[in-house]
């Protein structure tokens, strides 16, 4: 997640949809006063190659949290922060309104049928494999849920985000996102976290019918916003 209180956008990142490389692109923008959340040490070396800020400002300092949130450090053992994928409800919540409404707020979303291949070659980079038949029947697939439709939807489905990219257009929605932030040139992206999945392997070659219906339904929601189609 990046907040720039710079530029005036807040990036929320779902999983599988090349969030990790928007994220090292947008870093290189940012300012000292923004927020950056942690990610893994092979993408922090990454974000370091492509000179973008690494971690900053994403603890919160003990002096501007409630007594609610003090309480609950007593608890847990564990300060308030922004953290990778935080969804938009927790985010609103520890900026304000204020900061939140003043905030252009974007994510990404990809075609479920070809985000669950993805993310069936990072889950399961060495051999042996499961099958991606008894993969999609795994409680893994939650992930995409957790990282996706509900990170920037609260709990009565309403969008929190003013646009949600596409994946297969990602340079393209980007450099509309540019162009209405007043970002000073066009977004480079490294390629983070690939090179797992087969070249050129289509969903279409690898699914079963049975996959197919089982991934509409579980993605009912994402296929009808966005029209995603087999």
């Known amino acids: 997640m990046i907040l720039s209180h710079r530029h005036h956008f807040i990036f929320l990142k779902t999983a599988k949809t090349a969030g990790t490389s928007v994220e090292i692109a947008l870093s290189r923008i940012a300012g000292p006063e923004d927020i950056i959340t942690p990610i893994?040490?092979?993408?922090?070396?990454?974000?370091?190659?492509?000179?973008?800020?690494?971690?900053?400002?994403?603890?919160?300092?003990?002096?501007?949290?409630?007594?609610?949130?003090?309480?609950?450090?007593?608890?847990?053992?564990?300060?308030?922060?922004?953290?990778?994928?935080?969804?938009?409800t927790e985010v609103r919540e520890l900026i304000g309104d204020d900061?939140?409404?003043?905030?252009?707020?974007?994510?990404?979303?990809?075609?479920?049928?070809?985000?669950?291949?993805?993310?069936?070659?990072?889950?399961?980079?060495?051999?042996?494999?499961?099958?991606?038949?008894?993969?999609?029947?795994?409680?893994?697939?939650?992930?995409?849920?957790?990282?996706?439709?509900?990170?920037?939807?609260?709990?009565?489905?309403?969008?929190?985000?003013?646009?949600?990219?596409?994946?297969?257009?990602?340079?393209?929605?980007l450099e509309s996102v540019r162009l209405k932030l007043g970002l000073p040139e066009p977004l480079r992206l490294p390629r983070a976290k690939s090179g797992h999945r087969p070249e050129q392997q289509s969903w279409r070659d690898v699914l079963s019918t049975a996959d197919r219906k089982l991934i509409e339904t579980r993605f009912k929601r994402e296929l009808q916003l966005f029209g995603y189609e087999w």
Request: with cysteine.
């Open 40 to 88: 893994s040490a092979n993408d922090e070396r990454l974000r370091q190659e492509w000179g973008g800020r690494g971690p900053q400002n994403h603890r919160l300092p003990l002096q501007r949290l409630t007594t609610r949130q003090l309480a609950k450090i007593a608890f847990t053992w564990r300060r308030p922060g922004f953290y990778n994928h935080m969804p938009a």
């Open 99 to 173: 900061t939140w409404n003043a905030s252009f707020r974007f994510c990404i979303e990809r075609n479920p049928f070809d985000r669950v291949i993805s993310l069936y070659w990072w889950c399961h980079r060495r051999e042996p494999r499961p099958s991606i038949s008894d993969f999609l029947r795994s409680p893994q697939l939650q992930l995409l849920t957790k990282h996706g439709i509900e990170l920037y939807t609260d709990s009565a489905g309403r969008m929190l985000v003013d646009q949600v990219l596409r994946y297969e257009r990602l340079e393209e929605d």
